[in-house]
């Protein structure tokens, strides 16, 4: 099996490279995207499957798509930046930084200490009391849900930044191009068939969370995904930013999880904290409350910044 | 039967990567963009291989994902590389 | 019966890999990118099919066989999608040129 | 060479290219790439943290592992937001270029970029 792992080890750096090197930029968004696909099964070999999960989710679907988006609205700006390259000096002194921080970096992972520091044992004890069998949504929602819950806000502030790049006289308005959609066309076709099963997957990933690999970060991308396609293929169009429906649905997630937070400074003493019995239905309803908001947030910020006005 | 499991992953991917140098070296975007769904079924078989290799039963909810959005790369790309026939759409909405 | 299951899941797992071989080999020889395409999409959804056939009789539950039959089917579909939508675009691209 | 030693040394080998990448290519894009490429190094880096730890019946330390999806889903929001940055920064200036003399060059390609944009 090492030499499976070496061989993984050689790809992944190998298209690394090609990342960086390729002569085009769609080139290298194209070996960026395989970069992101075989990162899941390193993350597979290192036995972190929630890991690969979260990688082929959000690595081999949405940020794939917004990078060949961008790599292609700005393919007329390349000629004129390759003459932006800068001199002989800079390069030596760039690969020299490069030797540096991976020579610090290669000292450090062949002497880390043995045996190795590890917070396993603390979880596995304290796991029984959340009553979740996946150690993952046990870490993310009870011993670091503060991690959790700050996430959440930054992606909303992530999305607020994204959007507040609209220009003013389309502020509100829908992002994206307007699609129209082939009624006989393949793209429509698969975006009918797909987002039904995406749909029943994202939420068995989401919901098998609680006790295997999985859960809401997943799950929510899966639908994302589902609902841009739908969007790409022209059979719906993207909402504009301003209905108050899609507000309250960015922050309802959030705010829950905050609501939760503080009940739980009144009953169990601490903010965030679970009273004795109640954590495994207080963390499903955290999960399902946060789910549809990170499904929106995720799409939307994939979509951009409002490019046309509402009506 | 891990071991043999283990090779054909390891023979699957390196088939990829020999598919990868090619299509990644062009001439045009669409044979790059092949990459992504090269990686969608020989990724998945090599991962599939990896899982029974190691008996990790969770591995079919990552392959499922893994196809789910195999084509999503591929659509992204048709959109945004026919989007400039489309330009007119935006100003129409203004006057409207 | 446990040895004629793993004979099962050798073959099935190495007539896989050959159409994995099979597919790479159309991938390097031949001349464009339709004949490519066509290597990628049909050789490599076989040898899957065939991967997830040798697996089968090694799954823990008739769900998990389930999800890979199910991971079998959607790459089919996205296959035929991407080929169809890649193959149209890059169509377009050689008559506008 | 045990397997964690080994992505962890591939880490530390893609944590360099990004670097250079990210100090080299002159384009925003190309940048925003290296960004990424230095991030997954980073995260490869805390996997196999999180895979030395393993113990108490778990393949690794669930609390690095955790806090990496935590990792990656913020690196997809902050290249998102980028990638939104440059797309307006192009819509406006009709380039996309960091360099210096900017202004100069924006005001050169400008005509090209209102004859898109008639507002």
Same mark, same amino acid.
């Not at chain 1, 070999?45 to 988006?69: N, S």
């Not at chain 1, 903010?271 to 499903?284: E, S």
């Given at each position: 099996?090492?030499?499976?792992?070496?061989?993984?080890?050689?790809? $992944?750096?190998?298209?690394?490279?090609?990342?960086?090197?390729? /002569?085009?930029?769609?080139?290298?968004?194209?070996?960026?995207?395989?970069?992101?696909?075989?990162?899941?099964?390193?993350?597979?070999?290192?036995?972190?499957?929630?890991?690969?999960?979260?990688?082929?989710?959000?690595?081999?679907?949405?940020?794939?798509?917004?990078?060949?988006?961008?790599?292609?609205?700005?393919?007329?700006?390349?000629?004129?930046? /390759?003459?932006?390259?800068?001199?002989?000096?800079?390069?030596?002194?760039?690969?020299?930084?490069? @030797?540096?921080?991976?020579?610090?970096?290669?000292?450090?992972?062949?002497?880390?200490?043995?045996?190795?520091?590890?917070?396993?044992?603390?979880?596995?004890?304290?796991?029984?009391?959340?009553?979740?069998?996946?150690? $993952?949504?046990?870490?993310?929602?009870?011993?670091?849900?503060?991690?959790?819950?700050?996430?959440?806000?930054?992606?909303?502030?992530?999305? @607020?930044?994204?959007?507040?790049?609209?220009?003013?006289?389309?502020?509100?308005?829908?992002?994206?191009?307007?699609?129209?959609?082939?009624?006989?066309?393949?793209?429509?076709?698969?975006?009918? *068939?797909?987002?039904?099963?995406?749909?029943?997957?994202?939420?068995?990933?989401?919901?098998?969370?609680?006790?295997?690999?999985?859960?809401?970060?997943?799950?929510?991308?899966?639908?994302?995904?589902?609902?841009?396609?739908?969007?790409?293929?022209?059979?719906?169009?993207?909402?504009?930013?301003?209905?108050?429906?899609?507000?309250?649905?960015?922050?309802?997630?959030?705010?829950?999880?905050?609501?939760?937070?503080?009940?739980?400074?009144?009953?169990?003493?601490?903010?965030?904290?679970?009273?004795?019995?109640?954590?495994?239905?207080?963390? $499903?309803?955290?999960?399902?409350?946060?789910?549809?908001?990170?499904?929106?947030?995720?799409?939307?910020?994939?979509?951009?910044?409002?490019?046309?006005?509402?009506? | 039967?891990?071991?043999?499991?283990?090779?054909?992953?390891?023979?699957?991917?390196?088939?990829?990567?020999?598919?990868?140098?090619?299509?990644?070296?062009?001439?045009?975007?669409?044979?790059?963009?092949?990459?992504?769904?090269?990686?969608?079924?020989?990724?998945?078989?090599?991962?599939?291989?990896?899982?029974?290799?190691?008996?990790?039963?969770?591995?079919?909810?990552?392959?499922?994902?893994?196809?789910?959005?195999?084509?999503?790369?591929?659509?992204?790309?048709?959109?945004?590389?026919?989007?400039?026939?489309?330009?007119?759409?935006?100003?129409?909405?203004? /006057?409207? | 019966?446990?040895?004629?299951?793993?004979?099962?899941?050798?073959?099935?797992?190495?007539?896989?890999?050959?159409?994995?071989?099979?597919?790479?080999?159309?991938?390097?020889?031949?001349?464009?990118?339709?004949?490519?395409?066509?290597?990628?999409?049909?050789?490599?959804?076989?040898?899957?099919?065939? *991967?997830?056939?040798?697996?089968?009789?090694?799954?823990?539950?008739?769900?998990?066989?389930?999800?890979?039959?199910?991971?079998?089917?959607?790459?089919?579909?996205?296959?035929?999608?991407? %080929?169809?939508?890649?193959?149209?675009?890059?169509?377009?691209?050689?008559?506008? /040129? | 060479? %045990?397997?964690?030693?080994?992505?962890?040394?591939?880490?530390?080998?893609?944590?360099?290219?990004?670097?250079?990448?990210?100090?080299?290519?002159?384009?925003?894009?190309?940048? $925003?790439?290296?960004?990424?490429? *230095?991030? %997954?190094?980073?995260?490869?880096?805390?996997?196999?943290?999180?895979?030395?730890?393993?113990?108490?019946?778990?393949?690794?330390?669930?609390?690095?592992?955790?806090?990496? @999806?935590?990792?990656?889903?913020?690196?997809? %929001?902050?290249?998102?937001?980028?990638?939104?940055?440059?797309?307006?920064?192009?819509?406006?200036?009709?380039? *996309?270029?960091?360099?210096?003399?900017?202004?100069?060059?924006?005001?050169?390609?400008?005509?090209?970029?209102?004859?898109?944009?008639?507002?």
């Amino acid at each position: 099996m090492i030499a499976l792992d070496a061989g993984l080890a050689a790809l $992944i750096v190998a298209l690394g490279v090609w990342v960086i090197r390729a /002569r085009s930029a769609f080139a290298a968004v194209a070996g960026f995207l395989a970069y992101g696909l075989l990162l899941t099964l390193v993350w597979v070999r290192l036995h972190g499957v929630d890991v690969a999960l979260t990688e082929a989710a959000i690595g081999g679907g949405l940020t794939g798509a917004l990078l060949i988006g961008a790599a292609a609205r700005l393919r007329e700006t390349e000629a004129a930046a /390759r003459s932006e390259r800068p001199g002989r000096i800079v390069h030596v002194a760039a690969a020299l930084a490069a @030797i540096a921080v991976t020579a610090a970096l290669a000292v450090g992972v062949l002497t880390l200490p043995v045996p190795a520091p590890s917070l396993a044992q603390e979880v596995a004890a304290n796991l029984a009391v959340t009553e979740v069998g996946n150690p $993952i949504t046990g870490v993310l929602l009870a011993f670091r849900a503060m991690d959790t819950l700050l996430e959440a806000i930054v992606l909303l502030f992530a999305l @607020i930044g994204v959007w507040s790049l609209a220009p003013d006289r389309v502020w509100g308005g829908r992002p994206g191009p307007q699609q129209y959609a082939d009624p006989n066309g393949i793209l429509a076709y698969v975006a009918r *068939v797909l987002p039904p099963i995406g749909i029943v997957v994202g939420m068995y990933i989401f919901w098998v969370g609680a006790d295997h690999p999985g859960g809401k970060f997943q799950g929510a991308t899966i639908i994302a995904a589902m609902w841009l396609l739908t969007i790409m293929a022209g059979l719906t169009d993207a909402p504009p930013i301003s209905r108050t429906w899609l507000r309250v649905g960015l922050v309802a997630g959030p705010l829950v999880f905050i609501a939760i937070g503080f009940a739980g400074a009144v009953t169990a003493g601490a903010f965030l904290a679970y009273p004795v019995g109640y954590a495994k239905p207080l963390i $499903i309803a955290i999960e399902l409350a946060l789910m549809p908001s990170l499904a929106l947030v995720l799409a939307l910020m994939l979509a951009g910044a409002p490019q046309r006005t509402a009506s | 039967m891990a071991e043999f499991l283990g090779a054909a992953s390891g023979f699957v991917l390196l088939m990829v990567a020999l598919g990868l140098i090619r299509i990644l070296r062009g001439p045009g975007d669409a044979d790059r963009v092949m990459a992504a769904q090269l990686l969608g079924t020989g990724g998945i078989a090599a991962l599939l291989l990896l899982g029974a290799a190691t008996a990790e039963p969770a591995i079919a909810d990552v392959a499922l994902t893994l196809a789910l959005l195999a084509a999503f790369a591929a659509i992204a790309f048709v959109k945004a590389t026919a989007a400039p026939d489309q330009d007119a759409a935006p100003a129409a909405d203004d /006057r409207a | 019966m446990s040895a004629v299951l793993d004979l099962f899941t050798i073959v099935a797992v190495a007539c896989g890999a050959f159409f994995f071989l099979a597919g790479t080999t159309g991938l390097l020889r031949f001349p464009d990118t339709f004949t490519r395409l066509h290597a990628l999409t049909k050789a490599d959804n076989l040898g899957l099919g065939l *991967v997830i056939l040798g697996l089968l009789p090694r799954v823990d539950s008739v769900f998990t066989g389930c999800k890979l039959v199910c991971v079998w089917l959607l790459v089919l579909l996205s296959g035929a999608v991407a %080929s169809q939508l890649i193959a149209r675009s890059q169509r377009r691209r050689e008559m506008n /040129r | 060479m %045990s397997t964690p030693t080994l992505y962890g040394l591939c880490a530390a080998v893609l944590i360099g290219f990004g670097v250079y990448g990210l100090i080299v290519n002159p384009q925003p894009l190309r940048k $925003i790439l290296a960004f990424n490429v *230095v991030g %997954s190094g980073v995260f490869l880096l805390f996997g196999v943290i999180a895979r030395r730890g393993a113990g108490a019946g778990f393949g690794g330390d669930p609390v690095p592992q955790a806090l990496l @999806i935590t990792g990656i889903v913020v690196a997809f %929001s902050a290249t998102a937001l980028a990638v939104a940055l440059l797309l307006r920064l192009h819509d406006e200036a009709g380039s *996309v270029t960091l360099a210096s003399d900017a202004p100069a060059k924006a005001d050169a390609d400008g005509h090209g970029a209102h004859t898109i944009l008639p507002k």
